[in-house]
C-alpha cells in the first residue's frame, strides 16, 4: 500500500542489526585556551557519525583587568572564529573566517532561536543563566572543577549542510577537526562598572576590552551502525565503480573591507555560487565596546537591574534584548532611522553585480526591498526581526539567491556557474550617497556547493 497517502498506508520500513551509541572526543591537547588559539580533534574511524548532531561542550569565564570594567559574554558559539576539517591531510573545508558573523547572519533569518539553555543566546545583565547567581557587580565567570561543561554549540556548515548528513567513516581516511578560536571583542562585551553604585551598565563601554577563557572542551559525536551486510555492500559496490559516490556540502568564502568609498569587490570561481550575503557593521566594530541594545525593546528596564533571580532575555519578562558590536549590523549612512523621523526613507540604495551582472535588476534602496530580497534569499516567510528599524540598525543583512529554491534539500547544484575562472562580484551603494558612514565596514560571505566525490582505496576530489 506504499501508492497510498501516509494517513492510509500500512506500508512498514524494517532495518535490522541497528544500533547507536554516543562517544565524547578528548581533544588532541587539553588545558585553558584564551583568544585566537585552537583545539583540535579527531573523529571516530570506522562509524556512520549523525554530523549534525555534532556538538563541541566546554566552559568559559570572562575576566578583566579593570575594576571599572565586568565583562559579558556574547552567545556561546562566537568563540568559533574558523573551522577546519581535513580527511587524511587533505582539506575538505579551510573553514570560513567571521564564522560568528556568519553565524549571526544566518541567526537572523530563524523565526525561532536557538535552545537558550546551553547556547547562551542572550547576554546575561545581572543575573547569570547557567547558576542564578547575581553577576550585577561582577564579570561573567563559571568554575571548571570536575570537568564541568555549561555551553554546548554546534560546528557549523560543514556538519550542518553535509548530505548524506550520515556519515560512514569507514570510506574515508582520518577525519581531524580543527577549531580556531575568536579575539577578545567577538566573545565578550566591555561593560562599564561605576564604583558608586556598583551596578553594571550594558550600553556603556568599560576602560579596558575585557577577555574570556575556555576550559574542560570535548566533542560529542553520534554515531550509527547498520549490520545488515546491504548497505556495506551497497557502498563497496559504488566505491568500485567509475563514479564513485558523491556527498554534497555548503561551503563559504568571507571578506572583509571598508565600505567608505560605497563599494567593494570580491571574487569567486565556484562552479556553484548558490547565495551571496553582505553585513554592514559599523566603524570600530572590533574596539572596547560595550553590549548594543536591539532597537524597540526594553532596554534600560529598571527591573531588569534590581529583581533578583529574573534573567533578561525577552521570554523571561519582555524586556531587554542585547547583541555583541561585532554581531550588531546597521545600516552603512549616519542617516540612522530612529535619529529623525524621516531617516528609514533616506537609506542608500545597494546593488549587486557578478561580472558586472546586476542582481536583482534593479537598485534594492535598504528598507523593505532588500527586507524582502533577504527573506526570498534564505526561504523564509519571517525572521527575528520585530520592526522595520531593527532590521535597519541591528540586524541590516542583504542577501542574494542564485540557486533553486530547497535546492539543499533536494541535493542539487543548481547555483551559478562561474566556469573555474574568478569572477568579481561586486556590491556598491549607488545613486545618493549622502551621509554614507566613513569607514564603515563590509562583510561579504559567498555561498557555493562543494562535491565531494569518494572512490575506493579512500580516494578523494573535491569540486569546488
Not at 440 to 452: P, Q, Y
Request: one cysteine or more.
Amino acid at each position: 500500500m506504499s501508492n497510498f497517502p501516509s494517513y492510509m498506508s500500512f506500508f512498514l520500513r524494517s532495518y535490522n542489526n541497528v544500533s547507536h551509541q554516543n562517544f565524547q572526543i578528548a581533544p588532541a591537547s587539553s588545558g585553558v585556551l584564551n583568544a585566537h588559539r585552537q583545539m583540535q580533534f579527531t573523529l571516530p574511524t570506522n562509524a556512520m557519525l549523525h554530523l549534525s548532531k555534532t556538538r563541541l561542550l566546554f566552559t568559559m569565564s570572562t575576566a578583566s583587568s579593570a575594576a571599572t570594567t565586568a565583562g559579558r559574554l556574547a552567545a556561546a558559539k562566537s568563540i568559533i572564529d574558523r573551522v577546519q576539517i581535513d580527511a587524511g591531510g587533505v582539506a575538505l573545508s579551510s573553514g570560513c573566517a567571521s564564522s560568528s558573523v556568519l553565524a549571526q547572519c544566518i541567526d537572523n533569518m530563524r523565526t525561532v532561536e536557538e535552545d537558550p539553555v546551553t547556547s547562551h543566546t542572550e547576554l546575561y545583565r545581572r543575573t547569570s543563566g547557567v547558576n542564578g547567581a547575581a553577576i550585577v557587580d561582577a564579570t561573567e565567570a563559571y568554575t571548571n572543577i570536575n570537568n564541568a561543561q555549561c555551553f554546548a554549540i554546534e560546528l557549523g556548515p560543514w556538519f550542518a549542510t553535509m548530505q548524506p548528513n550520515m556519515l560512514p567513516t569507514q570510506i574515508l581516511p582520518t577525519l581531524q577537526v580543527t577549531i580556531y578560536l575568536s579575539g577578545n571583542a567577538s566573545v565578550v562585551s566591555s561593560c562599564s562598572l561605576p564604583a558608586d553604585p556598583q551596578v553594571i551598565l550594558p550600553l556603556v563601554a568599560g576602560g579596558v576590552q575585557a577577555t574570556y577563557t575556555v576550559d574542560n572542551y570535548s566533542l560529542s559525536v553520534s554515531a550509527y551502525s547498520l549490520d545488515d551486510g546491504v548497505f556495506d555492500q551497497t557502498l563497496a559496490t559504488r566505491l568500485n565503480s567509475s563514479e564513485g559516490l558523491e556527498a554534497t556540502y555548503c561551503n563559504y568564502e568571507s571578506f572583509s573591507n571598508t565600505f567608505s568609498t560605497g563599494s567593494t569587490s570580491v571574487s569567486s570561481a565556484a562552479s556553484s555560487l548558490d547565495k551571496v550575503i553582505v553585513a554592514f557593521r559599523a566603524a570600530e566594530f572590533d574596539g572596547i565596546k560595550p553590549a548594543i541594545g536591539v532597537k524597540g525593546y526594553n532596554n534600560t528596564l529598571a527591573a531588569g537591574l534590581t529583581v533578583v533571580g529574573v534573567l533578561d532575555q525577552p521570554a523571561a519578562h519582555g524586556g531587554a534584548k542585547y547583541l555583541n558590536a561585532t554581531t550588531n549590523f546597521t545600516s552603512p549612512t549616519t542617516l540612522l532611522p530612529s535619529a529623525a523621523a524621516d531617516n528609514w526613507a533616506k537609506q542608500p540604495n545597494i546593488s549587486i553585480q557578478v561580472n558586472n551582472v546586476r542582481f536583482p535588476s534593479y537598485d534594492a534602496r535598504i528598507g523593505a526591498q532588500t527586507y524582502e530580497l533577504l527573506k526570498e534569499a534564505f526561504e523564509t516567510d519571517k525572521t527575528a526581526c520585530q520592526s522595520l528599524v531593527e532590521y535597519m540598525e541591528n540586524r541590516c543583512q542583504l542577501a542574494y539567491k542564485f540557486n533553486l529554491p530547497a535546492s539543499q534539500a533536494m541535493r542539487a547544484r543548481s547555483g551559478l556557474n562561474l566556469q573555474g575562472s574568478n569572477s568579481q562580484i561586486r556590491i556598491e551603494a549607488v545613486g545618493d550617497k549622502t551621509g554614507l558612514q566613513t569607514n564603515g565596514n563590509i562583510m561579504v560571505f559567498v555561498e557555493s556547493s562543494v562535491v565531494l566525490k569518494i572512490a575506493a582505496g579512500k580516494q578523494l576530489m573535491i569540486i569546488q
